[in-house]
């Protein structure tokens, strides 16, 4: 009997040395879960005073730099715009310089053309006397000096009798049906002139239809 119990004695402190291990693993493993929760909460009052600390107004040095910033971006737009429009003007004042002097002549060839045509007139006027053939040379040599001079000076005629008509040189005063396609310059009646590349007067003519 006694040797019985002594026995089951032994048992019930071996099964006790057994639970108190893991009793102790127990403690440990929540006093570590504890601890990481403990983690997590300080986490997250951390990123609470960091949402809080954005949401505090902003320093006012911080908003007068930006308003300066602002301020200086829009002088600078302000002046590059201003540059644009002064490179502009210079741009196109130069142009207009170049094409004034260009066309310097165009003036007095202009009140020069009268002049020519009156001599061509002349030119065309017949007679059978000697004095009247003598003038008439002497009408020839001026109107050929006068055309020479304004060649010098790029003045050319525009190109007209049986040339395609050309709205940008010819001016048609009249129309006529011809035995030549339509659209053609078919007579003459005032010479056109150009100085250089521009049109100082059409060429009033007569247009095949």
Avoid: C
């Amino acid at each position: 009997m006694t040797e019985n119990k002594t026995n089951e004695e032994l048992e019930q402190q071996k099964n006790d040395q057994t639970v108190e291990p893991r009793e102790a693993d127990i403690e440990k493993d929540e006093a570590a879960v504890e601890a990481a929760e403990a983690d997590i909460e300080e986490n997250e009052a951390d990123i609470e005073a960091a949402e809080a600390a954005d949401e505090q107004p902003s320093d006012p040095k911080d908003e007068e730099i930006a308003a300066l910033k602002q301020q200086v971006e829009a002088e600078e737009n302000k002046y590059l715009k201003l540059y644009a429009e002064f490179d502009n003007f210079k741009r196109r004042n130069r142009q207009e310089m170049e094409l004034n002097n260009k066309y310097k002549h165009q003036k007095i060839v202009e009140d020069l053309l009268p002049i020519i045509d009156n001599l061509e007139r002349a030119l065309r006027i017949e007679g059978e006397s000697d004095s009247f053939n003598s003038l008439l040379k002497g009408v020839e040599m001026v109107y050929n000096d006068l055309v020479n001079t304004l060649m010098k000076h790029d003045v050319k005629e525009i190109e007209s009798t049986g040339h395609t008509f050309d709205p940008n040189f010819h001016q048609a005063v009249m129309t006529e049906a011809s035995d030549e396609e339509d659209g053609i310059v078919i007579e003459e009646f005032q010479k056109g002139y150009m100085l250089k590349d521009r049109v100082i007067r059409p060429s009033m003519v007569k247009v095949s239809e």
